[in-house]
């Protein structure tokens, strides 16, 4: 399972980051009470992916979350503390400090390496850093499985103008695969996140072309589906992709795809009826959940 859970931060200033968006004193009047009803609203959706798989998922991968605090109250939630969730985090060079993350099962999963790959983005002879890509490596029932999770820069500054940062980070995630090809020229490889594009554009294209991976979301995208919409246009930027050995697998074998849209974490009447249910919509407190819905593949072993 993907989800990018939409700002998950404390209330606690962090003096290395600028998170004083969410804080107590800041426009969103971010609180106690609010943080805690969206560590409730982000476990629930975890926890109800359950009626669509009859599976609680063993890897679970985040995105917008601020530090290991907010993941350890997560998993410490009432809805996921049967689940024997731990996670891998590290903090990267984000300037508002939101990182990618994975929960895992610890009775399914078992971590063998876990690291990051920090990226810089050269544009007008300066170096941006955005979020880093993390890579972890682990054991499901002893055959090993390397997760990558992403997000890759937004598309705030326009689609064209933002396109050769997406693609920058989609080269590296090709470098990152083909190594671990290299060690394994039969890996089983799983590459989820918020790419900021959709399944047909050239970053995500490049990625299948390249890298002996299949993306099932791509059939997924329409008109009126997606994860995310913007000015009534609906976005599929949230996709999990497999390396191909996952079609043929007798240990693991690629079953369907989906993005996992329920009622209850869907706006349910207005305009914006059937779109996702998020926490914020400007500095209004809607109690939501995300801006994302998220996104998840099952197996069969």
């Avoid at 993390?134 to 499901?140: E, H, S």
Wanted: glycine fraction near 4%; aromatic fraction near 12%.
């Amino acid at each position: 399972m993907f989800y990018n859970v939409e700002n998950l931060f404390d209330t606690i200033d962090d003096p290395i980051t600028n998170d004083n968006e969410f804080l107590p004193n800041a426009k969103k009047h971010w609180s106690t009470r609010k943080y805690k009803r969206k560590l409730k609203n982000i476990a629930s959706v975890i926890h109800r992916i359950h009626s669509d798989t009859n599976h609680i998922p063993f890897i679970v991968g985040l995105a917008e979350v601020e530090n290991r605090s907010v993941l350890q109250d997560l998993i410490n939630q009432d809805e996921l503390r049967d689940y024997n969730f731990d996670y891998v985090h590290f903090d990267s060079r984000d300037a508002r400090g939101i990182d990618v993350s994975l929960l895992f099962n610890k009775s399914l999963f078992e971590i063998v390496l876990s690291k990051t790959f920090p990226i810089d983005i050269q544009q007008n002879d300066l170096s941006e850093p955005t979020r880093d890509i993390l890579c972890v490596k682990g054991l499901f029932h002893n055959n090993p499985i390397h997760v990558l999770v992403n997000h890759w820069p937004s598309r705030r500054e326009g689609v064209k103008e933002t396109a050769f940062k997406r693609l920058h980070l989609s080269q590296k995630l090709n470098s990152i695969v083909k190594t671990i090809y290299e060690e394994d020229s039969k890996a089983n490889i799983i590459v989820m996140g918020d790419f900021n594009d959709n399944p047909r554009n050239d970053s995500l294209q490049n990625l299948v072309l390249n890298n002996n991976l299949f993306n099932p979301f791509t059939k997924l995208w329409s008109w009126n589906s997606g994860t995310l919409i913007h000015k009534r246009k609906w976005y599929l930027f949230d996709q999990i992709l497999l390396s191909k050995n996952f079609k043929t697998s007798h240990f693991f074998k690629f079953s369907s795809a989906a993005i996992f849209n329920p009622s209850f974490i869907q706006v349910q009447k207005g305009k914006f009826k059937g779109t996702p249910k998020r926490s914020y919509a400007g500095d209004k407190h809607l109690a939501g959940y995300s801006d994302h819905f998220p996104v998840y593949v099952s197996m069969k072993g």
